[in-house]
């Protein structure tokens, strides 16, 4: 970026140094010449077409032949075609950045639509996950509620005698094992579709930067 700006600041005192110097030299051609480059530069400027870049190849070398002919004391026309050639090569250096960045650009763009859909596809996975996660969440739910009943159907047995205290205690702690079991899972689910959600944001955004 230093580089360029450089680049962009002598470009800049190139120009202003032409126009200075062709105010003493009574030649409307060599005027004309020199906003005819100045034309070619800005329309390169906003469009960035490369055939601009090449008509103001054209036209400073139109510049060039007018000068040469012009009557211009003879330090004055080799002062300006030193400001020329610096204004010539600057303005082109910057139009090869100018056209390596928007190729690179392009590229980019290109490789992000090549990829989205499967993107796409990933984040529908995702959301698949956690919506899995939340049904296990409800899973537990329900599973804990029906070994409660069974719970109170072996207590109810056991009140009339029909159950021993010990099938009780038994049923209860198969309850809480399959509960905590199932609960367990669908923690471990929720947390490993919230850490993939994580990872493929940041993956999408890295691209996009």
């Not at 390596?100 to 990933?122: G, N, T, V």
């Not at 689910?189 to 930067?209: C, G, M, P, Q, T």
């Amino acid at each position: 970026m230093p580089a360029f700006r450089l680049r962009l600041g002598h470009r800049i005192a190139a120009v202003h140094g032409i126009e200075a110097l062709l105010q003493g030299i009574d030649d409307q051609c060599l005027r004309a010449d020199m906003l005819t480059l100045r034309r070619h530069e800005k329309d390169f400027m906003l469009r960035r077409d490369a055939r601009y870049g090449d008509q103001f190849k054209a036209a400073a070398a139109q510049f060039a032949a007018t000068l040469a002919h012009a009557d211009a004391p003879a330090a004055v026309e080799e002062e300006v075609s030193q400001k020329l050639a610096s204004y010539q090569r600057d303005f082109l250096a910057w139009t090869e950045t100018a056209q390596a960045f928007a190729s690179s650009q392009k590229a980019a763009s290109e490789a992000f639509s090549a990829i989205e859909p499967q993107i796409d596809a990933l984040n529908r996975g995702v959301t698949r996950i956690r919506s899995d996660a939340a049904g296990a969440s409800d899973a537990v739910r329900a599973a804990t509620r029906l070994q409660i009943e069974k719970i109170a159907r072996n207590v109810q047995h056991a009140a009339a005698g029909t159950t021993r205290a010990a099938d009780v205690n038994r049923g209860a702690a198969e309850t809480g094992a399959a509960s905590t079991h199932v609960l367990a899972s669908a923690r471990s689910l929720s947390s490993d579709s919230n850490h993939l959600k994580v990872e493929v944001d940041r993956f999408v955004a890295s691209i996009k930067a």
